[in-house]
C-alpha cells in the first residue's frame, strides 16, 4: 500500500469569529426555541486537520439557521488544534498532545492529576455534552475512501444511521482500546438511554466532496432529529439517499507489530473478499488473512505506523 501525500484542496475557513459562543463556552453555540424537543447537537473539529465539518458548521451559523423544536447547539471542538493547522504538514495538527477522541469517559474527564489541551478542552465542553440527546459528530480520513457512519455498537445507533440514509455503508463498532470516543460517552453508548450519537466520516481530509458530505450528513440529521422541517434545509445540501445501505459489524483489528507491516494492494477501505484465509498483507513478515468469507476492510492506513497501532479494522457483512 502506498502512502498517498494528498493536495490541500479547500480552504480552511477563519473560525475566530464564532470564538465568543452563546453560553459561556468559546466556540460552541446553543439556539433554544422555546418549543419541546430535542436538545440536537452538531460538532465539528474533533480533530484540528478535519475541516469539513468546521466548513458545516460555519455555513449553518452564517445562515443562521434555527430549531423550530427542541434545541441546536452547533460546535467548533479542537479549536486549539485546528489553529496550528499548515498545509505543509498538514497530518500534524490532528491534536495538540493527545487525541481529543479518547477521552470521552467520567473517570478521565474528572481525573485531576491528567491533564492535557485537548482534555481542557473536553472538560470546558463537557457541561452541555451533558445534556445533549442526539449528537452528530463530522470527521474526515485521512485516506481517499468511500464516506461511512461509524454507529457505534448498540442497536439503536444503526437504526438512526439508516433514518438518515446515506453515507451508504454503516460500521458497527466498539470504539478504540486506547480511549472512548465523544460518540459512545455516557448515555449515547448506553443501550437503556433514549441519547443517541453518530460518528460521520465524510471522506479523505482535503477533497471538496468531503464537504458536501458534511452538509448532506448534517442536513439529513437535523430532519431525523426533528428540529427542522424540509423547507429549511439550505438550498443545495442533500444529496440523493443511497439505495440500500450496508451495515459492517468490526470484529478485530489488525495490529502492527513492528514497522515491517504492508497490505497486498493500495487498499482504499470497504474493499470485501468473498474467501475466508485471502492474503491481505503482512505483519512482520507473518501473512495476514481475512478470518471468513465476506471480510470487509475498515479504513486501511499505515500513514500512522509503529509497532501497537492498528493498521486496519477486520469486519463481517451484515446486511
Not at 192 to 216: F, T
Request: charged share 25%.
Amino acid at each position: 500500500m502506498t502512502i498517498e501525500h494528498y493536495p490541500v484542496d479547500v480552504a480552511f475557513p477563519d473560525i475566530r469569529p464564532y470564538a465568543a459562543g452563546t453560553g459561556g463556552i468559546p466556540y460552541v453555540h446553543t439556539f433554544d426555541s422555546g418549543v419541546p424537543g430535542p436538545h440536537v447537537m452538531i460538532n465539528a473539529l474533533t480533530h484540528g486537520n478535519e475541516v469539513c465539518g468546521a466548513i458545516a458548521v460555519k455555513d449553518l451559523l452564517d445562515l443562521a439557521l434555527r430549531p423550530r423544536r427542541g434545541r441546536l447547539t452547533l460546535a467548533f471542538a479542537n479549536v486549539e488544534a485546528y489553529g496550528r493547522f499548515d498545509a505543509a504538514r498538514p497530518d500534524a495538527s490532528r491534536y495538540v498532545d493527545q487525541d481529543f477522541n479518547r477521552v470521552w469517559t467520567a473517570a478521565v474527564l474528572d481525573d485531576t492529576t491528567r491533564d492535557s489541551s485537548e482534555l481542557r478542552r473536553a472538560r470546558e465542553m463537557r457541561p452541555v455534552i451533558d445534556t445533549v440527546d442526539l449528537l452528530l459528530d463530522l470527521h474526515s480520513m485521512h485516506e481517499k475512501s468511500l464516506p461511512l457512519i461509524v454507529s457505534g455498537p448498540l442497536d439503536k445507533g444503526i437504526a438512526l444511521a439508516r433514518r438518515l440514509g446515506a453515507p451508504a455503508h454503516v460500521i458497527v463498532d466498539e470504539g478504540h482500546p486506547e480511549g472512548r470516543r465523544m460518540r459512545d460517552y455516557e448515555g449515547f453508548g448506553d443501550p437503556a438511554s433514549a441519547k443517541n450519537a453518530l460518528l460521520v466520516e465524510c471522506g479523505q481530509h482535503w477533497e471538496p466532496a468531503a464537504v458536501d458530505v458534511a452538509r448532506d450528513s448534517a442536513a439529513r440529521f437535523l430532519l431525523a432529529a426533528g428540529v427542522i422541517d424540509d423547507g429549511d434545509v439550505p438550498a443545495g445540501w442533500t444529496m440523493p439517499a443511497s439505495s440500500a445501505q450496508r451495515v459492517v459489524r468490526v470484529t478485530e483489528p489488525v495490529v502492527a507489530t513492528s514497522m515491517d507491516f504492508r497490505f497486498a494492494d493500495n487498499y482504499t477501505g470497504l474493499e470485501t473478499f468473498a474467501e475466508a484465509g485471502t492474503v491481505i498483507g503482512w505483519n512482520g513478515g507473518e501473512p495476514v488473512t481475512t478470518p471468513y468469507p465476506d471480510c470487509v476492510l475498515v479504513m486501511p492506513s499505515l500513514r500512522q505506523l509503529r509497532p501497537g497501532v492498528t493498521v486496519v479494522r477486520l469486519g463481517r457483512l451484515q446486511s
